[in-house]
Every structure is written in structure tokens, then in C-alpha cells.
């Protein structure tokens, strides 16, 4: 599995991390990690059973599990800030620069 115990796939920060910029002061230590998140209802009790690794990717909160339930394929990928000093935001790059700016998106 690439994930360890808590379903996090990456880390990313100044130290210690999957993914880091050493010298980039705007980035905390330890600053966000991305994690899977697979909603119940995609695998069958069976299946479940036998693959206890799916507990891995389980839901924490009823917005993950909504998210998870409307995705086509049942699985969302979450970034979460780990207590970085100015946060951690989402840019979606196909919009014009404006309105891009207006809906960064701050992942508490």
C-alpha cells in the first residue's frame, strides 16, 4: 500500500516530507497532505471483509462522504492543511485570472 495508517498518500513542506521546498519560507515545516478517500458503497461487503486496507480510505466527515457518493467513481482525493502558518489553497487554473483569484478555495 502506498498509503500509511491514516490513508495519507503525500506529504508536503519544508522537512521530512514526500514532496518539499526547502527554501521556500511560505511553506511550513510539515504543510498539507493529500489522502483518498473511497466511498463505502464502491465495494461489496466481500470485498470489504478482505481488504481491510479500505478502511484506510474511509470517509472522516459527512462532506468527504457526500463528495465521495457523487464522484463517478466513488473516490475523491482531499488535500488538508496540516497548521501551516498561511494556509493551504486550491487554484483552478482553466478560469480567467480574476475569477480564479475570487474562488481560491482555503481547506480548513
Known amino acids: 500500500s502506498y498509503a500509511d495508517s491514516n490513508g495519507v498518500l503525500l506529504t ?3 522537512k521530512n516530507c514526500d ?3 526547502e ?3 511560505c511553506v511550513s515545516r510539515k504543510h498539507c497532505q493529500l489522502r483518498l478517500v473511497v466511498h463505502p458503497n464502491v465495494r461489496s461487503q466481500e470485498e470489504e471483509e478482505s481488504d481491510k486496507t479500505l478502511a484506510l480510505f474511509a470517509p ?4 468527504e462522504e457526500e463528495a465521495s457518493k457523487l464522484a463517478e467513481c466513488g473516490t475523491i482525493l482531499v488535500l488538508d ?5 498561511f494556509g493551504t489553497f486550491l487554484l483552478i487554473p482553466d ?4 475569477d480564479a483569484e475570487k474562488k481560491k ?3 480548513d
Do not use: Y
Open 105 to 107: 478555495k482555503k481547506n
Open 19 to 21: 514532496i518539499t521546498f
Open 23 to 25: 527554501t521556500d519560507k
Open 60 to 63: 472522516q466527515n459527512e462532506e
Open 95 to 98: 478560469e480567467d485570472k480574476d
Open 12 to 14: 508536503a513542506g519544508r
Open 81 to 85: 492543511d496540516l497548521g501551516s502558518k
